[in-house]
């Protein structure tokens, strides 16, 4: 059974930063693309960044500039660094992962880990 387990949130102030970590656990072939989602109370998922297998990153223009997406293939595990937090930046991160197992290719989705930034 795949896995994606995230960590790193936690409250921090305005100006602030935070590192999430996405580890994918299980058998595991390969794992294709990786990202990270955000949702705020009463807003909708909004993609904040993801990275190819390769290494290739793409942003929201949002947080371009201040949150850097990478990946450790060896380790299944993928990182968001943010810098200069926002109060809007406040919300749960999730993260997703197409992954080859052994059974199919699927996305996979972590449980979320709460970002919450004070003013």
């Known amino acids: 059974q795949v896995q994606l387990v995230e960590s790193g949130g936690g409250l921090v102030q305005a100006g602030g930063s935070l590192r999430l970590s996405c580890t994918a656990s299980g058998i595991i072939f390969s794992i294709n693309a990786m990202g990270w989602y955000r949702q705020a109370p009463g807003k909708q998922r909004e993609l904040v960044a993801s990275?190819?297998?390769?290494?290739?990153?793409t942003y929201v223009d949002s947080v371009k500039g201040r949150f850097t997406i990478s990946r450790d293939n060896a380790k299944n595990t993928a990182y968001l660094q943010m810098n200069s937090l926002r109060p809007e930046d406040t919300a749960v991160y999730y993260c997703?992962?197409?992954?080859?197992?052994?059974?199919?290719?699927?996305?996979?989705r972590g449980q979320g880990t709460q970002v919450t930034v004070s003013s």
């Open positions: 990275i190819s297998s390769g290494g290739t990153p």
């Open positions: 997703n992962a197409n992954i080859r197992s052994n059974i199919a290719t699927l996305t996979y």
